[in-house]
């Protein structure tokens, strides 16, 4: 059933070093995104991607850039993390404006 | 920027009660309105949406969308076990690219 695929699940790191997350949806969409979702769930977006062109690029550090080899992949990097970067991060697309289809996210722990 | 705010922060309501979850959001052009469940650990997945005014019913559950107030709320008819989860509201503004924002959420537990 799931169609918005995540890997890792988890990843546990050290502060300083770099990190790459990955997202595949096989739904067929134009559009994909990246959320963080913090410790109080608090759900933000980060980034969204039509058609591998970015359009939606919230005030996040520029150590995070997203890259978007295709429609249908939407990858984060984050280059020298910080402790306050532990989070879920969660990919997600859409066909249209409005329901977005989510991942099951990627834990990541900075120690 | 748009704010959205979610009441109650939490809620515990017995097997077979009603149970009502509020939004409030600040920007009146807003066009798209939705709440998503999100279980422990799970993804979180759409529920139900509205764009105009009024009510939806899908089997339990009831949206309903008063944009002069600012508000829109989500309605769980005879309240299961299994509805435990992480509720956010999220809305989407007037035109443009999808940028949903959404609420900090509302932890409901339905107790056996």
């Known amino acids: 059933e799931t169609a918005v695929f995540q890997?890792?699940?988890?990843?546990?790191?050290?502060?300083?070093?770099?990190?790459?997350?990955?997202?595949?949806?096989?739904?067929?969409?134009?559009?994909?995104?990246?959320?963080?979702?913090?410790?109080?769930?608090?759900l933000k977006i980060m980034f969204s991607y039509n058609n591998k062109q970015l359009i939606v690029n919230e005030t996040v550090p520029r150590r995070f850039s997203p890259q978007s080899s295709?429609?249908?992949?939407?990858?984060?990097?984050?280059?020298?993390?910080?402790?306050?970067?532990?989070?879920?991060?969660?990919?997600?697309?859409?066909?249209d404006k409005y329901e977005q289809y989510f991942g099951p996210g990627t834990r990541l722990t900075v120690l | 920027q748009q704010k959205v705010q979610q009441s109650p922060e939490s809620l515990i309501v017995p097997e077979g009660a009603m149970t009502s979850l509020n939004c409030t959001f600040s920007d009146s052009a807003s066009q798209y309105f939705a709440w998503y469940r999100q279980h422990s650990g799970k993804a979180p997945k759409a529920l139900m949406s509205i764009f105009?005014?009024?009510?939806?019913?899908?089997?339990?559950?009831?949206?309903?969308?008063?944009?002069?107030?600012l508000h829109f709320s989500l309605h769980i008819r005879d309240s299961q076990p299994s509805d435990s989860a992480l509720y956010l509201c999220a809305v989407s503004p007037d035109s443009g690219y999808n940028k949903l924002t959404f609420g900090k959420g509302t932890v409901l537990l339905v107790s056996p």
Not at chain 1, 76 to 95: M, T
Not at chain 2, 52 to 69: C, D, M, V, W, Y
């Open chain 2, 52 to 69: 105009s005014n009024g009510e939806k019913e899908e089997g339990r559950f009831t949206i309903h969308l008063n944009k002069a107030s």
């Open chain 1, 7 to 42: 890997t890792p699940n988890y990843h546990v790191t050290q502060v300083g070093n770099e990190v790459s997350f990955n997202c595949k949806q096989t739904l067929g969409h134009d559009t994909m995104y990246w959320y963080k979702q913090d410790s109080k769930k608090l």
């Open chain 1, 70 to 95: 295709d429609k249908a992949h939407l990858n984060l990097r984050i280059k020298s993390v910080e402790p306050e970067d532990s989070a879920v991060y969660l990919c997600a697309s859409s066909r």
